[in-house]
């Protein structure tokens, strides 16, 4: 019996040392802090159709904190298997970015809460640097949504993916009526990648309907939209492009006037503003710099402005750019850029809409 105590006294001193070794093994949740700052100095150029006293060219300095400064905290569980994404943007405001969470089941993830997805979020063209003040890609050859509240399933298995999100739809207003979506913002995307080629082509559709309008008009309107991405990758040379067309491209897209929406006729139908467009930036790295040219094209018709006394339905924009981002420490980027935005005319009156050019760098500090 006194061999058995003692056997039991050493048995329980081995547990009782090993149990600190075995939780200090044990996984435990983790949290990853991240942040960026986004500086830009440069100069912008506006024309005379551009500027607000409209007899006289004008050329301004800038110095400007960029709005997509953030401070970001991802949280994952043990077993991987559950995540929490926020993210806050930084500028004179604190504004919300990302606030999601997720959970993987096998090649499944189900995500909700306020982020974007594969609907022109997929190779965002990170050479371009928005080194202006509001001036980027997103409506001269990029379409992409603002971050929305949303569901999403996401499944992957190798080189493939299929995406499906129902998400908050853009506010659309009409006089005197109670708008409402009977289904929400739908968006689908399918990608196919490889680490020389990828893509990943999506369709965006929604419906407004409303009750109590005025009489005679249409009671509803649709916003859809088709994005086609592509990157390309053959050792320092990368290609990254899009095509894009869509219908009221001014109903939820960044970067697109509401006036680019649905045109009311005079039989009370609405007539959709059509839009087609893309971008493509090629780009050869050098060592630490990476040297980036680009060029974004979009086009905009619709039949109804003739009805209300335009000279033109259809208009079209373009902007030509160089980048060049040199990587001076792997936690800070500066990013000099040329941008040179081209108005098009007129639909109104067919008369030139102005250009504009903006020299400038952007200082990005990240981690």
């Not at 024309?47 to 953030?70: A, H, M, P, R, W």
């Not at 869509?246 to 929406?261: I, M």
């Not at 087609?276 to 680009?294: E, F, P």
């Not at 980027?333 to 102005?354: A, C, K, R, T, W």
Request: hydrophobic share 40%; glycine share 10%; charged share 20%.
């Amino acid at each position: 019996m006194k061999k058995f105590f003692v056997l039991a006294l050493a048995l329980a001193a081995l547990v009782a040392m090993s149990a600190p070794v075995m939780a200090a093994e044990a996984p435990a949740p983790s949290i990853v802090l991240g942040a960026r700052v986004n500086q830009t100095f440069g100069y912008q150029n506006k024309s005379k159709e551009l500027t607000t006293n409209g007899q006289d060219d004008i050329t301004k300095s800038f110095v400007d904190l960029q709005g997509n400064s953030y401070f970001r905290a991802k949280f994952t569980s043990a077993d991987k298997k559950v995540g929490v994404h926020t993210e806050i943007g930084l500028k004179s405001t604190v504004g919300m970015r990302h606030v999601y969470g997720w959970y993987k089941m096998g090649n499944c993830k189900f995500l909700a809460g306020n982020t974007d997805n594969w609907a022109g979020a997929p190779y965002w063209n990170y050479h371009k640097a928005n080194a202006a003040p509001g001036g980027d890609l997103l409506g001269w050859g990029k379409m992409w949504a603002p971050r929305r509240p949303q569901v999403q399933l996401t499944w992957s298995s190798g080189n493939f993916g299929l995406q499906f999100a129902l998400e908050k739809a853009a506010e659309v207003d009409v006089p005197f009526a109670d708008v409402y979506n009977k289904i929400p913002r739908a968006t689908l995307g399918f990608q196919f990648k490889t680490a020389s080629f990828s893509t990943t082509p999506s369709v965006n559709f929604a419906r407004y309907d409303w009750e109590g309008g005025p009489i005679g008009i249409d009671e509803n309107v649709e916003a859809w939209a088709f994005i086609l991405p592509v990157q390309v990758n053959a050792g320092a040379f990368k290609v990254i492009a899009e095509l894009h067309y869509a219908s009221n491209p001014g109903v939820g897209w960044s970067g697109y006037s509401a006036d680019l929406g649905p045109q009311l006729k005079d039989d009370g139908s609405f007539e959709a503003t059509t839009n087609y467009g893309g971008y493509v930036d090629a780009s050869y790295k050098v060592g630490a710099l990476r040297i980036a040219l680009g060029f974004g094209y979009e086009h905009f018709a619709n039949d109804a402005w003739k009805d209300y006394g335009f000279k033109e339905d259809s208009f079209s924009r373009q902007l030509f750019y160089l980048s060049l981002p040199y990587t001076v420490h792997k936690n800070f980027i500066m990013y000099p850029e040329f941008n040179y935005l081209n108005h098009g005319d007129s639909p109104v009156d067919g008369d030139d809409q102005g250009n504009e050019w903006v020299l400038g760098i952007l200082f990005r500090f990240i981690f």
